[in-house]
């Protein structure tokens, strides 16, 4: 590991330091066994390189910024796969979930920026390319701004929530998904009358020769609730994990005993 320009004094002081006590250490423990006092010189050497550098702590703080970097990313790569049409069943994405889990993990300017940026390329890439439509249409404001409710909603989670508050929320997301979707197809679409009975059509049978509407409710349901869970329980894992690492130095430089005096 490279070391900064503020390192370099520490480093100087911990060569004394390292001198020092591996010198007694050797007097001490060299005439029961050789390969002791080089053991014990060894020890004090890594036990004062924690002390003095903190570079336990430094180690966890380069993998969170990492992991900061890469999971926004990662999830964006499955977001936009999970959208393409036909690899997986009618309204059973991931897109969901990770709309709601940007809200909840994600930097408050790459919470709006990345999912909806990748949703908004993705829509023009499908017109394109899949259906041969014209890039843009107004169904694609709609899906913008019901990803951006779910995001919304995502913010007023906190990360520390316990796992089942969290997949809840992924769970109401993908309703909310549901409902502004279906009401916007009544709403725009010529094909439902705009009544009350109309809007519940919508909500529930569709249109005559299509689907029935529950259908893309329930895999709307079933894939928010299995992406959130996958992934907030990935992140509590890893929590976990990071957490670990940054209690074990601190018992272990606790439990060390102080040097005694010569």
């Known amino acids: ?21 591996c010198t007694r250490s050797k007097k001490n423990y060299q005439i029961i066994d050789p390969l002791l006092s080089e053991i014990l010189c060894a020890d004090r050497l890594r036990t004062s390189l924690r002390l003095v550098t903190g570079w336990p702590s430094v180690t966890v703080s380069a993998v969170k910024e990492r992991w900061n970097l890469w999971l926004p990313v990662t999830m ?53 390319f899949y ?3 014209a890039p843009w249409d107004p169904y694609i404001v709609t899906k913008l701004a019901t990803f951006a409710a779910i995001i919304w909603l995502g913010t007023k989670f906190n990360a520390r929530s316990n796992w089942l508050v969290l997949l809840g929320g992924g769970i109401l997301g993908a309703f909310v998904f549901y409902l502004l979707t279906n009401i916007a197809s009544w709403v725009f679409d010529p094909g439902y009358p705009k009544t009350l009975s109309g809007l519940i059509q919508a909500l529930t049978t569709g249109l005559p020769g299509y689907p029935p509407t529950w259908m893309f409710f329930k895999n709307t349901l079933l894939s928010g609730g299995l992406f959130t869970g996958l992934f907030c329980g990935a992140m509590k894992a890893s929590e976990a994990v990071e957490k670990v690492e940054e209690e074990e130095p601190a018992e272990e430089a606790a439990g060390e005993p102080l040097p005694e005096e010569a």
């Open 76 to 128: 964006m790569v499955v977001f936009a796969i999970t959208r393409w049409p036909t690899l997986m069943p009618s309204n059973f994405s991931a897109a969901y979930a990770i709309a709601f889990c940007a809200g909840v993990y994600f930097p408050p300017r790459l919470r709006w920026v990345l999912p909806l940026g990748t949703l908004f390329v993705m829509d023009l890439v499908l017109n394109v």
């Open 1 to 21: 590991m490279r070391l900064n320009a503020k390192s370099q004094p520490i480093l100087l002081i911990f060569r004394d330091l390292r001198d020092f006590s």
């Open 131 to 133: 259906y041969g439509a």
